[in-house]
């Protein structure tokens, strides 16, 4: 067996040459991974720049590829061009945290995986739960131990699958449990703080949602101590929304051609911070409102405080 493996945690995270140790029990392993940590990015792909690829050596071995790109990068340029064939598994992982419920969408975990399903061959996302002192090797052992259950059991079809273990997993013999994704929005709320220049920022706190009690998920399960595999697919269209619109009678007058909206600027907004905003505010309470800059008048000059921006 020919197995691909990728990650988001970077080339050199420890839960990547975990899981490789236990791959290379089933197959043969080609490690192809992002030159640098890429958790969050999503299915994000590099195509305006040059892709950059390097060769990694431990102790004079070869160990795989860095590339300087994201992990979805990774799989498109590891099944087309270092793998010495059509690989017949992509893993990509071990991330360190869960990608569970709508995290799913955000991770360059399971985006990885989702590129390899994209070339028709079986895929797994594997996360474990975060922790300081994660045991990445004890999850790998896991993680290779459902994996081969996942492809003796599955069909010939190729499917994608997202694996995720909680940490109290790793300290008995866990319970499996196939689950959907939860879709209970993350991250709602945000910490405003202001940096040493007096500029303010937001900090996303992330917290997770309330576990729903109405059916089990991904989410839920995790929280019991059960290691969840969750199916997945790509194809994002919504069935019963696309039968019920195809009985629409869209109607559209032809469009005749113009020059644009008269009532579009010029020119392109000028952004400022909060601190230039209020002194702004505060020269027109005191003085009336600020006079309007001549033509010819040079005296000002753009700061870091505002940046002018254009088609």
């Known amino acids: 067996m020919l197995i691909l493996l990728t990650n988001d945690d970077g080339i050199y995270a420890p839960g990547l040459a975990a899981m490789e140790r236990e791959l290379r029990r089933l197959g043969e392993v080609r490690v192809v991974a992002p030159a640098t940590e890429q958790s969050g990015v999503g299915h994000s792909i590099t195509y305006l720049t040059p892709l950059i690829v390097k060769e990694v050596y431990i102790n004079d071995v070869h160990w795989g590829w860095a590339v300087e790109g994201s992990p979805a990068d990774c799989v498109k340029i590891g099944i087309a061009e270092l793998c010495p064939r059509r690989p017949d598994l992509v893993v990509s ?23 390899g399903a994209f070339f028709r061959v079986t895929s797994i996302a594997v996360s474990l739960e975060f922790d300081e002192h994660a045991r990445f090797d004890k999850a790998a052992r896991l993680a290779r131990s459902v994996i081969e259950q996942i492809l003796k059991n599955k069909g010939p ?19 499996v449990r196939v689950v959907p994704m939860d879709v209970a929005q993350y991250g709602e709320r945000f910490e405003r703080r202001t940096d040493p220049w007096g500029r303010e920022y937001y900090w996303a706190t992330g917290e997770p949602p309330p576990l729903a009690a109405e059916q089990e998920t991904d989410l839920t399960a995790m929280s019991k101590g059960c290691v969840t595999v969750t199916p997945l697919d790509f194809n994002m269209t919504s069935p019963s929304a ?30 400022r911070t909060s601190r230039k905003k209020r002194r702004a505010r ?13 033509d010819n008048d040079n005296s000002t000059s753009p700061t870091d405080e505002t940046t002018s921006t254009g088609g």
């Not at 619109?245 to 032809?254: A, I, N, S």
């Not at 020269?283 to 600020?290: H, S």
């Open 282 to 294: 505060a020269d027109r309470d005191d003085n009336g409102p600020l006079p309007k800059p001549n």
């Open 242 to 271: 696309l039968a019920q619109m195809r009985k629409w009678q869209f109607r559209v007058e032809k469009v005749d051609s113009d020059d644009g909206d008269a009532r579009a600027p010029a020119f392109g907004p000028v952004v």
């Open 93 to 115: 992982g071990i991330n360190g945290g869960v990608n569970a419920g709508i995290n799913v969408l955000y991770s360059g975990t399971v985006a990885a995986a989702i590129e």
């Open 157 to 175: 079809e190729p499917q994608l699958y997202n694996l995720n273990i909680p940490t109290a997993a790793l300290d008995a013999a866990p319970e």
